[in-house]
């Protein structure tokens, strides 16, 4: 794992940590004293959405996300690479749709000054920062591809009845 990943995980750490304080000071507050965190739950939907959009670069980049492989037991490097390839190209095109559309929502959540309900917190800001992380996050998809030489040059894999699902 190089320094940028590192980096964007031990910010992700840190932002997971404060919503667990936050978490925890609100329900003691709230259940013991009579009172709650003011503002937690925006403050949670606020660190939840950033903590997401943050850590999805990292997740593409590495490929940990969640895969059905349907096509296991056809043992084909073709396939591996059509896989990856669409893999990748979904996967930004989908981030990319996302950055484009949270850009123009932050466009017009500055135009109209919206701010949160209980701590006036400006939405804007927040938009542009989850816009800008899922447009990073498409490009993290695309990386995956430098390794296709290497899929299309790999011996096909033994067929083990164990890893399939059929």
């Known amino acids: 794992m190089g320094f940028f990943q590192r980096l964007v995980v031990m910010a992700g750490a840190v932002l997971i940590f404060a919503l ?6 609100d329900v003691v507050g709230r259940n013991i004293l009579n009172h709650p965190v003011r503002g937690a739950t925006e403050l949670t939907e606020i660190g939840l959405v950033l903590l997401s959009f943050l850590l999805f670069p990292i997740v593409a980049v590495q490929q ?3 895969v059905a492989d349907i096509a296991d037991m056809f043992q084909s490097r073709i396939l591996d690479a059509l896989q990856l390839v669409l893999t990748a190209a979904l996967g930004s095109a989908f981030f990319a749709l996302i950055a484009w559309r949270m850009w123009l ?14 701590l006036g917190i400006r939405v804007a800001p927040v938009l542009y920062i989850v816009a800008v992380l899922a447009g990073f996050g498409a ?5 995956p591809l430098r390794g296709l030489p290497q899929v299309l040059r790999a011996r096909p894999k033994a067929h083990d009845p164990r890893n399939s699902i059929l």
Not at 20 to 25: G, I, N, R, S
Not at 139 to 143: D, H, K, V
């Open 20 to 25: 667990m304080m936050l978490t925890l000071f």
């Open 64 to 66: 940990r996300h969640i």
């Open 105 to 118: 929502m932050a466009e017009r959540s500055a135009r109209y000054h919206d701010v949160t309900a209980s």
């Open 139 to 143: 490009l993290c998809f695309l990386l």
